[in-house]
């Protein structure tokens, strides 16, 4: 997973919106900050996840597992 600092800088600066309830801290909806960090996250795990249930069935059945490599998980 690439969350580099700069990545999270970005997200950062991109956490702006103004919503009801916010929880600040230093000057950021912190809230919003996770929920961006997650949503930048979750496709990267979701092709990890993909890729290891990919090799997990090729020890099984390699047919099937091609046929599963084929399809890429949905965000």
Same mark, same amino acid.
């Given at each position: 997973?690439?969350? &580099?600092?700069?990545? #999270?800088?970005? %997200?950062? !600066? =991109? +956490?702006?919106?103004?919503?009801?309830?916010?929880? =600040?801290?230093?000057?950021?909806?912190?809230?919003?900050?996770?929920?961006? %960090?997650? *949503? !930048? #996250?979750?496709? $990267? %795990?979701?092709?990890?996840?993909?890729?290891? +249930?990919? $090799? %997990? #069935?090729? /020890?099984?059945? $390699?047919?099937?597992?091609? &046929? *599963?490599? /084929?399809?890429?998980?949905? !965000?």
């Amino acid at each position: 997973m690439d969350l &580099s600092e700069e990545t #999270v800088k970005q %997200i950062f !600066f =991109y +956490c702006d919106e103004k919503r009801p309830n916010p929880l =600040y801290a230093d000057e950021v909806d912190i809230l919003q900050f996770a929920e961006k %960090i997650a *949503l !930048f #996250v979750a496709p $990267q %795990i979701a092709m990890k996840e993909h890729q290891r +249930c990919v $090799q %997990i #069935v090729g /020890n099984m059945n $390699q047919e099937v597992a091609n &046929s *599963l490599n /084929n399809q890429k998980p949905k !965000f």
